[in-house]
């Protein structure tokens, strides 16, 4: 059973500000899922095209602390397997510095 | 890869139109309840056990964090346990939309409740094939307790459409009784 | 040293990739491009390269994948053709736009309907506002020469724009020809380790990539991708300057043939001008004043240099192998006319549909465009639309 006054000391990764509706289940979910990441651990996250993509990120402002990207509607999946397969080839190449979760 | 679906049954950002994860009866924008018809009219497609049938290391099925539940951090140790496998991983979390569910944002967790307790939305997850249920309620609750909250399903609640208030409590039962079967449960 | 091979272009273009050594393919087979995704995943089977595949379900899907292995700020490459291309739509406008450099080999192929798969220009000149750069190439040396050079432009600080690389099915794709491949060394040097990507997923910060932007920026980002464009120019040539002293071959935006005098010329892309310089070579040796320009690069649209290089012909004919169905000619007229207009004025300008879904082009055909081009200089009188070598 996680502790929640340990989770709640957890690295912020998604922060306010964003344009969500009031009362809307998606920002929680967000952030209870990025809490289940260790602190030191970088992710990547692709996002389809929605309530979530256009609220949390209007250029020139962003509510997202990891690397966030959008493409488009349907394919938040492929765009990050692509992502997923340049981390593998890079770190194959001996090219990245940190340590991103897979 | 973990890929998480928030499913809030509909196409929300466009302004709440029918989707293929939408539930039965439910009164969108493209699906709208009026004089011959009462809403949606296929039943919801079951995202989770089509990613079941992808045969991926993991598949889950859960709901935001609500306090004082016993399932209360059932999104929380579902993810922990995503990241840490290889390969390509799937939840789906329920989540509610209060402008498309017509609900009380104040009482929104209530209705999420109401999903799991009726079992119209099972907390479950799949590792390598092996299904597990997270929770089981002691008594199921009829499917009226999950309709009756949301505005979209106001207009199955008349006498009329009795029947088709029948029929949705037979779909979510006859999914149920699989689930509890692929489990070893029964 | 290079080396002397006989190969067929999806050969040519496939061994180009693995010299290359991307960091991602991400491709889904289709005719006539197929082999090239399954040459390189042999490659990658026998750890050849370092290059992760990614064999996905869709063309949509490969240019996602793409793009995503992009933005994390890999080198990328794809192939494709015809209802494939037709297929990545959506992001070829989305990888342009966020400006990722990535270079797809297309092998023209005709679009559906009815469905057909041999060789014609629909599908790459449906995309030519994509906000790609394309070049296209007449044989399978030039579609590899041109993979090599694309790699470069593309990444070049002031371009950053994905680059289609095209050259026709079946004709160049499958024939197989001799040609001049640089050593593994030299392509490795030439095209160097990594890509410059001033930002990017998995780099030294987090980025947020592909935000909504509204009225207030967009505009802005349209108009800096433009100017990319633009800088392309000036970057293909000095990349293909830099081309030429390694390997002897020359490339420009166009290929000029026997235009010092010409009075009549024609205006063709891809393997038409090899047999449509046959004909010139007929016509000349007959004492006819013929040249032919074939373009090489179509996007950014070398509109002031194709006006200087046309500006001393009487008549010139822009062969088309795509109908726009503007009920005004093809695309690569419509450029062409444009491109003259207030530069090189006072031309017969006439447009030849032919070759479509694959439909052969003739010597004779070729050598009645030119017949036509005469005729409207001494009569004045002449068709500006035609189709050539079509039963109507």
Redesign the interface.
């Known amino acids: 059973m996680p502790n929640l006054k340990e989770l709640s000391k957890k690295k912020v990764r998604f922060t306010g500000g964003h344009r969500m509706c009031a009362g809307c289940g998606a920002p929680m979910v967000v952030n209870w899922i990025l809490k289940a990441l260790d602190d030191d651990e970088r992710a990547v996250i692709s996002n389809a095209t929605g309530c979530l993509e256009v609220s949390t990120c209007l250029y020139p402002y962003t509510s997202w602390k990891d690397s966030w990207v959008h493409t488009a509607f349907e394919n938040a999946a492929a765009t990050c397997s692509g992502t997923e397969a340049a981390f593998k080839a890079l770190k194959k190449k001996d090219l990245l510095m940190e340590s991103i979760s897979s | 890869m973990l890929y998480v679906c928030y499913d809030n049954g509909a196409y929300m950002n466009t302004g709440i139109q029918r989707s293929s994860a939408t539930p039965y009866g439910a009164d969108t924008t493209t699906s709208p309840a009026g004089k011959v018809k009462q809403g949606k009219e296929q039943f919801r497609k079951d995202l989770t056990e089509i990613m079941v049938a992808h045969h991926i290391p993991y598949a889950a099925q859960t709901v935001p964090v609500i306090p004082g539940t016993p399932y209360m951090f059932d999104l929380y140790n579902k993810a922990e346990k995503a990241f840490k496998i290889t390969g390509a991983k799937f939840m789906n979390v329920l989540t509610p939309c209060p402008r498309g569910w017509r609900c009380d944002t104040a009482t929104e967790l209530e209705v999420v409740k109401a999903a799991v307790e009726t079992c119209f939305w099972p907390l479950y997850e799949v590792e390598n094939g092996e299904y597990k249920i997270n929770y089981i309620p002691k008594e199921k609750k009829p499917i009226t307790e999950w309709l009756k909250l949301q505005g979209r399903f106001k207009h199955l609640l008349k006498p009329e459409n009795e029947h088709i208030v029948q029929k949705i409590q037979e779909e979510v039962d006859r999914r149920w009784e699989r689930l509890l079967f692929l489990a070893k449960v029964k | 040293m290079a080396k002397r091979v006989s190969l067929s272009g999806n050969e040519a273009v496939a061994f180009g990739m693995k010299q290359i050594n991307p960091?991602?393919v991400?491709a889904f087979p289709i005719t006539p491009s197929t082999e090239v995704p399954q040459y390189f995943s042999q490659f990658v089977a026998n750890g050849e390269v370092?290059?992760?595949f990614?064999a996905?379900e869709s063309e949509?899907?490969a240019m996602?994948?793409?793009?995503?292995?992009?933005?994390?700020?890999?080198r990328?490459m794809t192939a494709t053709a015809s209802a494939g291309l037709a297929l990545m739509w959506?992001?070829l406008y989305?990888g342009a736009s966020?400006r990722l450099p990535m270079v797809l080999a297309v092998t023209n192929r005709a679009l559906s309907g009815p469905i057909n798969i041999h060789n014609d220009h629909s599908d790459t000149m449906g995309a030519r506002d994509s906000g790609w750069i394309q070049l296209y190439g007449e044989s399978a040396q030039e579609a590899y020469d041109n993979l090599i050079q694309a790699i470069r432009i593309g990444e070049h600080k002031d371009v950053q724009l994905p680059v289609m690389v095209c050259y026709d099915g079946f004709i160049t794709s499958h024939a197989v020809e001799n040609l001049e491949m640089l050593d593994d060394e030299e392509v490795k040097k030439f095209v160097g380790v990594?890509r410059e990507a001033p930002f990017a997923?998995?780099g030294?910060d987090?980025?947020?990539?592909?935000?909504?932007?509204?009225p207030n920026?967009y505009f802005e980002h349209k108009r800096l991708q433009a100017e990319a464009m633009k800088n392309a120019k000036k970057v293909i040539l000095e990349i293909a300057a830099e081309y030429e002293k390694l390997t002897g071959r020359k490339y420009g935006f166009f290929e000029e043939y026997k235009m010092e005098d010409a009075e009549a010329a024609i205006v063709v892309i891809n393997s038409t001008a090899g047999t449509a310089k046959f004909v010139v070579d007929n016509l000349r040796a007959q004492g006819k004043k013929v040249g032919l320009i074939k373009i090489r690069v179509f996007r950014p649209f070398p509109a002031e240099e194709l006006a200087e290089a046309l500006k001393n012909v009487k008549a010139v004919a822009v062969m088309d192998k795509a109908d726009s169905f503007s009920a005004a000619g093809g695309p690569l007229f419509a450029e062409v006319r444009s491109a003259m207009y207030g530069r090189a004025d006072g031309k017969i300008v006439t447009n030849y549909i032919y070759g479509l879904g694959g439909r052969d082009v003739t010597t004779t055909q070729i050598e009645k465009v030119y017949a036509d081009l005469f005729n409207a200089i001494e009569t004045g009188k002449y068709e500006v639309y035609n189709y050539l070598g079509v039963r109507e």
Not at chain 3, 206 to 214: E, R
């Open positions: 960091d991602v991400a370092d290059t992760e990614v996905v949509h899907s996602s994948a793409c793009i995503g292995a992009a933005a994390a700020g890999g990328v959506e992001m989305v966020m990594k997923l998995i030294q987090p980025v947020s990539m592909g935000p909504l932007d509204l920026h």
